[in-house]
């Protein structure tokens, strides 16, 4: 029994992603390979040193430079029958391909798993995170996408894989690479971060968004995140959105500044280690996962809040 994680990476380094997937992977029981698919892929050095790891499948051709979701599933098909289980985190990239994969190997996808059992069952949540399930599977090869923040990261140093080249699969021709923008930020990235601070509508503005919210996460070193509320009006970016629909982050520290706690943000966050919110309605649901609760006005606690630090 062996297990196929597909790596997340920008051709040049493995994405923390990746990490946390082999752990997934690692409790499956049996030997962890991982595939590197790309162009001019140095990361696959870089994913011979994670430990656990015991090979490495590299990919790599101009095909798979741009990661389009036809040429990585062929890719992923190619060496499938040699797997048990193909597992990809349950990022943008990862559930892009792995119904691909699952449809074509005629399985059933196991989306989202935060917790292993046994090599054949799995924890998953569902109703926003309301229940969770446990889930069995029969099939001969298990297609799974692994919610990140259900599992710790493994080391990525440490480990001695061999590295085995393949063929790149050829180009399907079904689509291709057009462009891509890039968000620049100088704060952590908001799936990795160890604090963040959110806001939500009771902000009123994207000028007091900034105003106030900037100042803590500054202080606090911090990654800012939203409410859909917040992004929907305008307040904050999209790629600033937690919840459901947005990103699942478990941080050390997660402040949640003016958000109600709506079920599908909460869906999104309340797996975070210590959690603080700060809302003037005592009746906010966001109070009943909070560690730490302020009934006050964020327009005065918040401020406060920075001077003290």
């Known amino acids: ?46 994913a011979a040193q994670i430990a656990g790891v015991s090979q490495v499948i590299h990919a790599d051709g101009a095909s798979l430079a741009d990661g389009l979701a036809e040429n990585m599933a062929a890719q992923v098909l190619a060496v ?26 005629d399985v059933a996808q196991i989306s989202d798993i ?19 399930a446990t889930v069995q599977s029969s099939d001969a090869t298990k297609v799974i996408t692994v919610r990140t923040t259900g599992f710790d990261a493994a080391a990525a140093t440490g480990g001695s894989a061999s590295v085995q080249t393949v063929a790149a699969a050829a180009d399907s021709g079904k689509s291709s690479f057009v462009g891509r923008e890039v ?30 919210m900037m100042p803590l996460a500054d202080k606090l070193g911090a990654a800012l995140g ?53 809302n003037k309605d005592p009746e906010a649901p966001i109070f009943s996962v909070a560690d730490f609760g302020l009934e006050a006005d964020l327009f005065v606690a918040v401020p406060e809040l920075v001077a003290a630090l």
């Not at 923390?16 to 595939?35: I, P, Y």
Request: glycine share 8%.
């Open 114 to 132: 935060t917790k292993v059992d046994s090599p054949d069952t799995f924890e998953r949540p569902i109703y926003a995170g309301n229940a969770i």
């Open 80 to 105: 499938a029958s040699s797997y048990s289980h193909i597992v990809f985190p349950a990022t943008a990239g990862g559930k892009n391909v792995a119904p691909r994969v699952a449809a074509k190997l």
């Open 226 to 278: 939203a409410s859909r509320a917040a992004v929907d009006a305008g307040y904050a970016p999209n790629d600033w959105q937690v919840g459901q629909t947005g990103k699942i982050v478990a941080p050390q520290l997660y402040v949640a500044c003016g958000i109600s706690g709506a079920i599908q943000h909460l869906a999104g966050m309340k797996d975070s280690k210590v959690i603080v919110a700060i």
């Open 1 to 46: 029994m062996t297990s196929l994680v597909i790596a997340e990476h920008d051709n040049a380094s493995i994405k923390a992603s990746t990490l946390n997937t082999v752990t997934a992977a690692l409790a499956m029981g049996g030997e962890v390979h991982v595939l590197v698919a790309g162009h001019n892929a140095a990361a696959a050095a870089a």
């Open 183 to 212: 968000t620049k930020n100088d704060r952590p990235e908001l799936t990795a971060a160890k604090i963040i601070v959110s806001g939500g509508r009771a902000l009123g503005s994207a000028e007091k968004f900034n105003e106030v």
